[in-house]
């Protein structure tokens, strides 16, 4: 019995957890301006600075 009473509880409350929950989201909220400088630290352009837009 007890068995049973705990796992409609679990139950509750991961429906309620789900309710809750926020919608997912992926990546940043705004565009980043402009071009950037990434300095290469392996493979064959080692040491040299890149830009990336």
């Given at each position: 019995?007890?068995?049973?009473?705990?796992?409609?509880?679990?139950?509750?409350?991961?429906?309620?957890?789900?309710?809750?929950?926020?919608?997912?989201?992926?990546?940043?909220?705004?565009?980043?301006?402009?071009?950037?400088?990434?300095?290469a630290?392996?493979?064959?352009?080692?040491?040299?600075?890149?830009?990336?837009?």
């Amino acid at each position: 019995m007890r068995l049973v009473q705990g796992i409609g509880f679990a139950a509750v409350l991961l429906a309620l957890h789900a309710l809750r929950a926020d919608e997912l989201k992926s990546g940043p909220d705004k565009r980043i301006g402009g071009a950037f400088d990434i300095k290469a630290v392996t493979g064959e352009g080692k040491g040299k600075t890149f830009c990336y837009v």
